[in-house]
């Protein structure tokens, strides 16, 4: 089956600061990509997502970039604020009519003010 | 926020116990995903109900069972409960047609079995 590897578990950044969270996939099959944010206590909240047939997305301080070759895609948020502390799973969702998804394990982001 | 919605909130159970949880999906969706949170996981894919029908499962035991009603709302029903069933359970809406497979979730209900 579909294995997700997802790095780092823990980041802390400064407000201001960059940040970027990486995910790894292994099945070939897999076509579609988002990426979720979820608060302390709260559900899991789309921020961004992408499909097989894109290499990159964008919007506003959140973007998306996926290498389907090396079977790799990437969070990247930039000008990071303390509101945007939350862990974040990405997922890869294999297609097909009857779909699978699999999450990664999540990345607990900490931006100090 | 979401048109997701589930109930209960929070559930306790003891072992061997059988719980039924529910969903009710945003609207003009047909499609509901069922997952498991444990503790400091990410979300584990239980199975997907599509038209009333499953539509996919993860690695889950037959004890985890489900149902999409017409309206679809759905039911997750878990039988002779494990003390490592405890977890947060997730539905998630979506409306599958093409390449639409944009999840909304549900607030969760979080279940302690004793």
């Known amino acids: 089956g579909e294995n997700v590897e997802q790095h780092p578990s823990t980041l802390s950044v400064q407000e201001g600061d960059s940040a970027v969270i990486k995910c790894t996939y292994s099945?070939?099959?897999?076509?579609?990509f988002p990426w979720y944010k979820q608060e302390l206590g709260k559900r899991p909240q789309l921020i961004i997502d992408?499909?097989?047939?894109?290499g990159e997305k964008k919007d506003q301080r959140i973007a998306v970039t996926l290498n389907k070759t090396a079977k790799h895609f990437s969070l990247h948020i930039t000008e990071t604020q303390p509101e945007d502390s939350a862990v974040y799973f990405c997922a890869a969702f294999k297609g097909g009519g009857s779909y699978i998804p699999t999450f990664g394990r999540g990345t607990s982001l900490i931006v100090h003010p | 926020e979401t048109g997701v919605t589930q109930s209960p909130t929070h559930l306790i159970k003891t072992r061997g116990q059988q719980v039924t949880l529910r969903c009710s999906s945003q609207s003009g969706h047909n499609t509901v995903s069922w997952y498991q949170q444990a503790l400091g996981q990410g979300p584990q894919f239980i199975f997907q109900y599509y038209r009333e029908e499953e539509n996919g499962r993860g690695n889950f035991p037959p004890r985890f069972s489900g149902l999409q009603f017409p309206n679809y709302s759905s039911e997750l029903n878990v039988n002779a409960l494990e003390l490592d069933d405890s977890a947060l359970y997730l539905c998630?809406?979506?409306?599958?047609?093409?390449?639409?497979?944009?999840?909304?979730f549900g607030p969760g209900t979080r279940l302690l079995v004793l």
């Open positions: 099945d070939s099959a897999s076509n579609y």
């Open positions: 992408i499909r097989s047939n894109v």
């Open positions: 998630a809406s979506s409306l599958l047609r093409g390449n639409q497979e944009t999840q909304y």
